[in-house]
């Protein structure tokens, strides 16, 4: 088992920024990367970004050059540094992991933590 906590999400108006904090516990040593995905209404799931364990990133197209993940130096942690935003990234965020590198890079993930609102007002 994993455990995933993520930092508080906020209100910010478009063309600023949030950063997104989470720490992982529990079977650490089996994660395959960490990445945040997120949810919002009347809109699929989108895979964020993630990072993987050997450190390689990705990025969706809807926020390349925009935004930035990265990990703590326990590896534990992970963070997603969002500038520049617009309300279409409005949305809740979920931090999440997945035991296998695989798994992260198709978004099939098998923790997640409870969620996060993030709302960019226009």
């Known amino acids: 088992q994993v455990q995933l906590v993520e930092s508080v999400g906020g209100l910010v108006q478009a063309g600023g920024s949030l950063r997104l904090s989470c720490a992982a516990s529990?079977?650490?040593?089996?994660?395959?990367?960490m990445g945040w995905y997120r949810q919002a209404p009347g809109k699929q799931r989108e895979t964020v970004a993630f990072i993987t364990s050997g450190g390689s990133t990705n990025y969706a197209d809807s926020v390349k050059g925009r935004f930035t993940i990265s990990r703590g130096n326990a590896k534990n942690t992970v963070y997603l540094q969002m500038n520049s935003l617009k309300p279409e990234d409005t949305g809740v965020y979920y931090c999440?992991?997945?035991?296998?590198?695989?798994?992260?890079?198709?978004?099939?993930?098998?923790?997640w933590g409870q969620g996060t609102q993030v709302t960019v007002s226009s």
């Open positions: 999440a992991t997945a035991g296998r590198v695989t798994a992260v890079v198709a978004g099939s993930w098998d923790y």
């Open positions: 529990g079977r650490i040593f089996s994660i395959g990367g």
